[in-house]
T-cell receptor, first 115, second 115 residues
Framework: AQKITQTQPGMFVQEKEAVTLDCTYDTSDPSYGLFWYKQPSSGEMIFLIYQGSYDQQNATEGRYSLNFQKARKSANLVISASQLGDSAMYFCAMSLMDSSYKLIFGSGTRLLVRP | AAGVIQSPRHLIKEKRETATLKCYPIPRHDTVYWYQQGPGQDPQFLISFYEKMQSDKGSIPDRFSAQQFSDYHSELNMSSLELGDSALYFC??????????????FGQGTRLTVV
């Protein structure tokens, strides 16, 4: 069965520092996509970054980068130069190419950026 | 850029009443997904539509039904509401035309409260 695991319920980071949010996944399907979303207290789900299972390079989007280690089945999100506005819940999710591409989510990590 | 539009943003219903949630996907996106996020939970997949046909079904109660219309908007109908149906309901859309889904954008959600 497919599964996403986020082992950090909550994390603190000092403003302007970098932080890594962990995500491991489990699937026997060779084709899949990995996503990270940010959910502020207002509730909306904001797409941050995507990594495909066949992508050779780690994905980057501005201050966000995805540390993809396929052999370890990990897809950690790295946020550089943290800002106060980065305080939110972060969800890692996976979609499978052989289904409807629906997303399976992890339990999330709540990040708090300290001034 | 156009985003996924959901309405209403907030809804309060009494037990045993009916609710209808609407979703307008991003133009040219061919797939719509519905997710339910309970308090403190990760989003759970309910149902999806591809080109107006149901493509996948998750843990959606029999009291719920959904459809996608000719203009690609989708509606989630919820009957005999229970207190446990109180949640944030998300609609998401994506394009599967390239057979690789690299983005899945969410609407701002409908917060349903059953009293």
């Amino acid at each position: 069965a497919q599964k996403i695991t986020q082992t950090q319920p909550g994390m603190f980071v000092q403003e302007k520092e970098a932080v890594t949010l962990d995500c491991t996944y489990d699937t026997s399907d060779p084709s899949y996509g990995l996503f990270w979303y940010k959910q502020p207290s207002s509730g909306e789900m904001i797409f941050l970054i995507y990594q495909g299972s066949y992508d050779q390079q780690n994905a980057t989007e501005g201050r966000y980068s995805l540390n993809f280690q396929k052999a370890r089945k990990s897809a950690n999100l790295v946020i550089s130069a943290s800002q106060l506005g980065d305080s939110a819940m972060y969800f890692c999710a996976m979609s499978l190419m052989d289904s409807s591409y629906k997303l399976i989510f992890g339990s999330g990590t709540r990040l708090l950026v300290r001034p | 850029a156009a985003g996924v539009i959901q309405s209403p943003r907030h809804l309060i219903k009494e037990k045993r009443e009916t609710a209808t949630l609407k979703c307008y996907p991003i133009p040219r996106h061919d797939t719509v997904y519905w997710y339910q996020q309970g308090p403190g939970q990760d989003p759970q997949f309910l149902i999806s539509f591809y080109e107006k046909m149901q493509s996948d079904k998750g843990s959606i109660p029999d009291r719920f039904s959904a459809q996608q219309f000719s203009d690609y908007h989708s509606e989630l109908n919820m009957s005999s509401l229970e207190l446990g149906d109180s949640a944030l309901y998300f609609c998401a859309s994506s394009s599967t035309a390239s057979l690789v889904v690299t983005e899945a954008f969410f609407g701002q959600g409908t917060r349903l409260t059953v009293v």
